[in-house]
């Protein structure tokens, strides 16, 4: 006859399923668990190593794109500069026209970048926060009838 999952008699109840005492069945079930978590730890470095490697390879992809970007945009610059001698400038005005062009853009991020950095609020409201929280904490220090100096 097939035993079902509840023990039939108390000698074996206290014994454990399988005859092995409650220390073996713990230290077992220990065993488990330490094994799964460092196949856990496996999986994740293994995911990690390729997650590195996926990142490495898009960093180096990016790099090489704004590198090309910087040649292509050298190449329109000669383009733009010989589009203005084409037109009938001469080729020194029709190159600091293009240059002009360039400082009046990097003037304009600069400019952008030096309002941005003004409105930088230095954490005000989080200073203002953690005064008032500190504020709190020490008038409810000092609610309970205790000179300030006395310990």
């Known amino acids: ?14 014994g ?9 069945l713990v230290s077992l079930a220990v065993k488990d668990v ?26 180096v992809m990016i790099a090489v794109a704004g590198f090309v970007c910087c040649i292509v945009l050298i190449l329109l610059s000669f383009a733009a500069a010989y589009g203005f001698v084409a037109a009938g400038f001469p080729p020194w005005t029709g190159f600091l026209i293009v240059s002009g062009a360039y400082l009046l853009f990097a ?18 409201r989080t200073r203002a926060s953690v005064q008032e929280g500190l504020a709190l904490l020490r008038h409810d220090s ?10």
């Open 1 to 14: 006859m097939a035993e079902t999952g509840t023990p039939s008699s108390g000698r074996r109840a206290a």
């Open 107 to 124: 003037g304009t991020a600069v400019l952008y970048g030096v309002v941005k950095i003004r409105r930088l609020t230095g954490l005000r």
């Open 16 to 24: 454990g399923v399988g005859g092995e005492s409650l220390g073996e």
């Open 142 to 151: 000092h609610s309970d009838g205790s000179p300030r100096g006395a310990s």
């Open 34 to 59: 330490s094994q799964l978590i460092r196949w856990e730890i496996d999986l994740a470095k293994l995911e990690l190593r390729d997650d590195v490697k996926r990142l490495g390879i898009s960093s």
